[in-house]
């Protein structure tokens, strides 16, 4: 079972950067890169949206249009990590962030990291 760890959220002033990480461990003898990646978030009293994803050798990330122009998503194959950097953050990007892989039906979610943007 593949686990993944998130790691890098925290609090920060409207207009800051945060850049979020997912370490992926326990890999099967299936790569890492095999993995489509993806970030998700949820804020209270909200449900879970896709934030953005990134195919299995970053050949396409697709964004979800709140955040596009500020956030990309990235992965370092080499080192089974996928990377969301946040730069003009909002309020209304406060959230737990969840890290999601995905082959083919299954998928493996993180334990997720809280993001705050407040002054």
């Known amino acids: 079972q593949v686990q993944l760890v998130e790691s890098g959220g925290g609090l920060v002033q409207p207009g800051g950067s945060l850049t979020l990480s997912c370490a992926a461990s326990r890999l099967p003898f299936i790569p890492f890169s095999s993995y489509i990646m993806s970030w998700y978030r949820q804020a209270p009293g909200k449900e879970r949206e896709l934030v953005a994803t990134?195919?299995?050798?970053?050949?396409?990330?697709n964004y979800a249009e709140s955040v596009k122009g500020r956030f990309t998503i990235s992965r370092d194959n080499a080192k089974n990590t996928v990377f969301l950097q946040m730069k003009s953050l909002k309020p209304e990007d406060t959230a737990v962030y969840y890290c999601n892989a995905r082959l083919r039906v299954a998928q493996t979610w993180g334990q997720g990291t809280q993001v705050t943007v407040s002054s």
């Open positions: 990134i195919t299995q050798n970053s050949g396409s990330t």
